[in-house]
């Protein structure tokens, strides 16, 4: 009996020791294909994981009939619907899906249902469902299989109308809606092929809906649609200089609404159009920054507006009346957003984030100025309060056109020269605005490296020339305008131009990969997410719902000039150049940028042995929405980072 003991614990303490001797391992889940990544140790997950703890809040809207919030937030994997009753109470959770849900509100005047939008698995074939507050029960409002997006209430909140492409999948036609008696919904009009519609607001008086049609970030055009027959007039003509409309509210009265357009202007500027005349009067010409958006209060007296002054977010109230603005406290420097009045006209939402404050939800008293915080989101227990915040830098490109950007340094506790990763925002008429950076605050305090947000020529925020400088056969511009930054980081005393990695998602992606075939001398490494490798296949392949409106901005591949020049310069093309090492990311269900986009770069690399990584997630769409893939993708970054940044 003794010797089998002892042969027990001899054979027990054998097998512990080659347990404890065995490396420990992050493994991805199922829904995780990874290809040419390396195990990924334990200890990289422990030392990360404090800065992949971090959540946001964002106000969805107010329950009119009392002052609570419904709110979005995340409690375990994906963000989802939450309600709190008063300023820094409990967020109760609603909504309880394995997918996110992208917003949701109460109709106007009621407190009985929440009308939210959800997909499945990132594919962005939203659908509308109904939350009945009394039950918690959840209807499906919609077909199940097309895209929806909510557009307007009427002033009574019993009808909406939403666009959607279940007529045959692809072009947006406009719906009107009880959600209490889904099965009477109408078809309110069917709209012009290949164009982007959206209902913007309903007339007080219930018979007129206005809506936009977008041709592109340059180009909209401002319809009114009769709420009975469906007939449409156009409300902004076409003139000689391409026009943008964005936003859009009935005045109180009804005889004028409130827009932001760039006409007659570089910058969106708020306007009022009479409507039977047709005029524009501007209301913040004294603003040269574009107005990003406003809500207007629902007694028509107040207008509260954000502009976008060189990538920040400033919030400002007008006082229809008189045009004066209302003097209102100061808030940090950083980013406002979701503007919404509540009905009292005295309490107004917002978001409000900065470099060292994820966002949350506040709301503002114009009587008293008084300034309450809904939400206090989780930071990981990290004390934000040391996080680096961004810094204005600008370098000449090419032309001698002054390009700008944002630049953290790292830590203090890092001396010498730090590392880069040069970050380019998508879109391409997107725009880096500083705010809370989230998991790229672990490079900057625990990896000693710097981070630059460049916003190249076709960002907006700058003016519309500005917009307009890479489109079609200007392309190549904008890379040279990284090729420019990548120059100004070398010249620089406390950068390391010997070790720069550039990364981007979407047409960052892209540009990303445009870096890394031109300018693989400059640079150590790159890191694509959902980015196109060729324009032309991207073009064929992106779902025909937006098709259009990507070829005003990239040109169109049927035109034979347009597809030689895009074949020419197509990353995928140039991939022989392309001899650092790169990390692929990208969802399997992106309606945007096809997978294809992503295995043809990765299958070009593997079969010339130049490095690459590849991740995909069989449950994401344009990037990863779900914490446990996001957690996942970042552990390999950072690992990609140690291997082939710092060394």
Not at 240 to 252: I, K, N, P
Not at 427 to 449: A, V
Not at 470 to 489: H, I, M, P, Q, T
Not at 502 to 531: E, N, P, Q, W
Request: glycine share 10%.
């Amino acid at each position: 009996m003794k010797r089998w003991t002892l042969l027990f614990l001899t054979v027990a303490t054998a097998t512990g020791l080659a347990l404890a001797q065995a490396p420990r391992l992050v493994a991805p889940s199922d829904n995780l294909v990874t290809d040419g990544i390396p195990p990924i140790p334990a200890e990289i997950a422990e030392q990360v994981g404090r800065y992949t703890e971090f959540r946001s809040a964002a106000l969805q809207s107010w329950n009119l009939k009392t002052k609570e919030m419904l709110i979005s937030t995340r409690f375990a994997d994906v963000t989802q619907l939450h309600y709190v009753k008063f300023p820094g109470g409990a967020r109760t959770q609603l909504t309880f899906f394995p997918e996110r849900t992208l917003g949701g509100g109460f109709p106007p005047g009621r407190n009985d249902y929440i009308l939210f939008v959800k997909d499945v698995g990132g594919g962005e074939w939203y659908q509308l469902y109904r939350y009945d507050v009394a039950t918690g029960a959840i209807t499906l409002l919609t077909d199940g299989k097309s895209r929806n997006l909510p557009g307007a209430w009427s002033k009574k909140g019993d009808k909406l109308v939403y666009a959607s492409t279940k007529r045959n999948g692809k072009d947006y036609d406009f719906y009107i809606m009880d959600p209490l008696n889904p099965a009477g919904e109408r078809m309110l009009a069917q709209l012009d092929k290949g164009e982007a519609w959206s209902a913007l607001d309903w007339s007080s008086n219930g018979t007129t809906i206005l809506a936009q049609e977008a041709v592109s970030a340059n180009e909209s055009y401002l319809w009114l649609f009769d709420a009975a027959t469906g007939r449409k007039t156009r409300l902004t003509e076409q003139g000689t200089e391409q026009v943008a409309y964005d936003g859009g509210r009935f005045s109180r009265d009804g005889k004028s609404i409130y827009v932001t357009t760039d006409r007659e202007s570089e910058f969106l500027r708020l306007a009022s159009i009479d409507l039977a005349t047709r005029r524009h009067t501007y209301l913040t010409s004294h603003i040269n920054w574009d107005v990003s958006s406003f809500d207007l209060s629902a007694d028509g007296l107040r207008l509260a507006f954000v502009t976008n002054e060189d990538g920040v977010g400033k919030l400002h109230i007008m006082e229809t009346g008189t045009r004066k603005e209302l003097t209102i406290p100061p808030l940090p420097l950083g980013q406002v957003s979701g503007i919404s009045w509540h009905e009292d006209n005295v309490h107004l939402g917002f978001n409000l984030a900065s470099a060292r404050s994820t966002t949350d939800v506040f709301s503002l008293n114009v009587q008293t100025g008084q300034i309450e915080r809904w939400t206090y989101s989780e930071t990981g227990g990290l004390n934000t309060g040391q996080f680096s915040e961004p810094e204005l830098v600008k370098w000449k490109s090419f032309d001698g056109k002054m390009i700008s950007g944002f630049l953290y340094r790292p830590a203090a506790k890092f001396k010498g020269k730090h590392p880069v990763v040069v970050n380019i925002h998508g879109g391409p008429e997107g725009q880096f605005s500083p705010g809370f950076l989230g998991r790229n605050n672990y490079y900057l305090n625990e990896m000693g490296i710097a981070l630059v947000f460049p916003n190249i020529r076709g960002s907006s925020g700058y003016g519309k020339t500005f917009l307009k400088l890479d489109n079609g056969f200007l392309r190549e511009d904008s890379y040279k305008d990284l090729d420019a930054l990548l120059d100004w980081v070398k010249a620089q005393s406390d950068l390391d131009g010997e070790r720069i990695m550039v990364t981007g998602g979407s047409y960052g992606g892209h540009a990303t990969l445009a870096v890394a075939s031109r300018y693989a001398d400059k640079i150590r490494c790159a890191v694509d997410i959902v980015g196109m490798s060729n324009l032309v296949t991207f073009l064929e392949r992106t779902e025909e719902y937006r098709r259009d409106l990507r070829r005003v901005e990239y040109g169109d591949e049927r035109d034979p000039k347009m597809r030689e020049f895009l074949q020419t310069i197509a990353p995928l093309n140039n991939a022989a150049r392309i001899s650092k090492p790169l990390f692929v990311i990208q969802g399997k269900n992106d309606p945007r940028v096809p997978v294809s986009e992503a295995e043809q770069i990765v299958g070009t690399l593997k079969n010339q042995k130049t490095p690459v990584w590849y991740l995909m997630a069989k449950d994401e769409g344009h990037g990863f929405a779900k914490k446990k893939n996001a957690d996942f993708q970042f552990y390999a970054t950072v690992m990609f980072m140690q291997e082939y940044l710092l060394k």
